[in-house]
């Protein structure tokens, strides 16, 4: 072997594992965003996944990639429209939708800077919407409440499938890499 080759040899295989370095930076990102709505979990942690087969010597099926492009669109559509639904269907409107958002943005900063970040999560968007209930003009407290368990229970149903979506595209990536098992 050469010294050109043996230079060619490390320039790539440091590449490789810069590549997958920022690999798995995405998939931990994808995950995180599942409970933060201000990133798209999913989609990034499909991002991580075409990086992963079209920028590293390693690949994933065709197949897999279509599949896994259409669930990741299913799940982004499905998780917008659950939490929707929960609150419209035990009564809610725009006021109770957009106090579940603010509520989780701003418990998770909160509650998160105190290292209670999993109570910002459940507990924001559900006294996000409980708020935003009792802004309604004819809204008494017994409504309010069961509109803010819709909102904790659409915000908990996307959470948890998102979450599934990422931790198996996750799944996916690290079974690819043969050295790793």
């Known amino acids: ?4 080759n043996l230079f060619a040899f490390y320039y790539f ?8 370095i920022g690999i798995g930076i995405l998939l931990l990102l994808g995950i995180i965003g599942c ?7 999913p989609p990034i942690s499909y991002g991580g996944l075409l990086v992963f087969h079209f ?13 896994m492009a259409f669930v990741v669109i299913a799940v982004t559509v499905f998780d917008l429209w659950v939490q929707i639904y929960g609150v419209k269907k035990f009564g809610g409107t725009k006021k109770a939708v957009n106090g579940s958002i603010i509520g989780l943005i701003i418990g998770i900063f909160i509650l998160g800077s105190l290292g209670l970040g999993l109570l910002g999560i459940i507990f924001g968007p559900f ?6 209930a009792r802004m309604e003009e004819n809204s008494d407290g017994n409504k309010a409440i069961k509109i803010a ?7 908990l149903a996307g959470t948890m499938l998102k979450l599934s979506v990422s931790v198996y595209i996750s799944y996916i990536v690290f079974q ?6």
Do not use: D, R
């Open 149 to 155: 368990l819709g909102a904790l229970a659409g915000f």
């Open 176 to 181: 690819a890499i043969p050295s790793l098992w």
């Open 55 to 67: 920028f590293s010597s390693y690949s994933i099926e065709e197949n897999t990639l279509w599949f």
């Open 13 to 20: 295989w440091k590449m490789e594992i810069l590549i997958l």
């Open 127 to 132: 006294l996000g919407a409980f708020i935003g």
């Open 35 to 41: 409970f933060v709505p201000i990133i798209p979990g």
């Open 1 to 4: 072997m050469t010294l050109i």
